[in-house]
């Protein structure tokens, strides 16, 4: 078995010759083995980002937002079977569409993000109920439950269930059902008017010279891609997924089971050899996140990084090295 110190050392190699820019996190089932931190949390400033430094997670904010419609499920406010009419009574097809396809991307709703103006698009300022209305009479690609297809079409309108049958904002459901029990103290809805310590700004390179990331106005992303977090968070987010905190253990296979094409409810199911993995990516204007779970083994790799860079082949190889 590979010493602790030797897998520090390892993954720092890994890291630096990766040039990785962000936070860094592996664990198994003993704790955290490895937590670091490179790059810039701010290049004008020369702020370092830290382990509490505060990323954007783009779209591993879908995984709390399929848990938090699992919870309301589990407390009989619904049903994955319920049709989308129940909730929105004149959307196109809200007769055939299911909450289950809504969570699983097998809903055919047209994807908003592949507008041919989304960059001047994500400046503007909107509510949820705007948002879909933007794309609610688009046609839809297949029959719903047909096939897979991502669309961040759908978490919105999960977000918006949420509101309508909690009586909450998605920001303050999320707060008192997810992060407050957890003591995810770091971890929220971004919004780039508040003042949000420890908060990274995003880049990107353009002919190797470093840029400011567009902007996008984060009233767009909701239950999609809205959040911000911290490694250390999100350690404490894998961690409870093994216990009944937030679900049950019924409930909670629901939440891990693959559909179609292995999707689950925001995760992505696979096997690395006979080991079963879930992990999903996120990308944002100029932030990329990662996790991904080996549950029988309890081991877990969190990346986050505020460069716009690559990341899920560094989580891929620091896995294969915890698990030889």
């Known amino acids: 078995m590979i010493s602790t110190n030797n897998i520090k050392d390892q993954i720092s190699t890994v890291l630096e010759q990766a040039n990785f820019k962000g936070s860094f996190l592996a664990a198994n089932r003993e704790g955290i083995i490895y937590a670091g931190s490179y790059g810039l949390a701010n290049a004008e400033l020369n702020v370092r980002n830290t382990t509490s430094t505060k990323f954007r997670i783009g779209s591993l904010t879908k995984q709390f937002t399929a848990l938090s419609i699992l919870q309301l499920v589990e407390n009989n406010h619904l049903t994955v079977n319920d049709t989308l009419d129940r909730f929105i009574p004149d959307y196109p097809r809200g007769k055939e569409i299911t909450i289950h396809q809504l969570l699983s991307h097998s809903s055919g709703i047209y994807n908003f993000s592949n507008r041919s103006d989304?960059?001047?698009?994500?400046?503007?300022?909107?509510?949820?109920?705007?948002?879909?209305?933007?794309?609610?009479?688009?046609?839809?690609?297949?029959?719903?439950?047909?096939?897979?297809?991502?669309?961040?079409?759908?978490?919105?309108?999960?977000?918006?269930?949420?509101?309508?049958?909690?009586?909450?904002?998605?920001?303050?459901?999320?707060?008192?059902?997810?992060?407050?029990?957890?003591?995810?103290?770091?971890?929220?809805?971004?919004?780039?008017?508040?003042?949000?310590?420890?908060?990274?700004?995003?880049?990107?390179?353009?002919?190797?010279?470093?840029?400011?990331?567009?902007?996008?106005?984060?009233?767009?992303?909701?239950?999609?891609?809205?959040?911000?977090?911290?490694?250390?968070?999100?350690?404490?987010?894998?961690?409870?997924?093994?216990?009944?905190?937030?679900?049950?253990?019924?409930?909670?296979?629901?939440?891990?089971?693959?559909?179609?094409?292995?999707?689950?409810?925001g995760w992505m199911v696979q096997y690395f050899g006979n080991m079963k993995v879930l992990f999903h990516t996120g990308g944002i204007h100029g932030f990329s996140s990662f996790i991904c779970r080996f549950p029988e083994e309890q081991v877990c790799v969190i990346a986050l990084n505020n460069y716009s860079q690559d990341i899920s082949g560094i989580a891929v190889q620091v896995s294969q090295m915890i698990l030889r």
Request: aromatic residues 16%.
């Open 118 to 265: 989304i960059m001047e698009w994500y400046k503007s300022s909107m509510t949820i109920k705007e948002t879909i209305d933007s794309f609610q009479h688009q046609p839809t690609s297949f029959n719903p439950g047909e096939k897979y297809e991502y669309s961040n079409s759908n978490y919105v309108l999960l977000t918006y269930i949420i509101e309508q049958v909690s009586g909450l904002s998605y920001e303050v459901y999320l707060k008192n059902n997810i992060f407050n029990v957890l003591g995810m103290n770091d971890t929220g809805y971004d919004n780039e008017s508040e003042i949000i310590i420890n908060r990274a700004t995003g880049y990107y390179y353009k002919d190797e010279i470093l840029n400011n990331a567009p902007y996008i106005n984060m009233s767009i992303p909701q239950g999609a891609g809205g959040l911000y977090s911290t490694i250390e968070d999100l350690y404490k987010w894998d961690r409870a997924l093994y216990g009944d905190n937030l679900l049950g253990e019924k409930i909670r296979a629901d939440f891990f089971t693959p559909n179609i094409e292995n999707y689950a409810y």
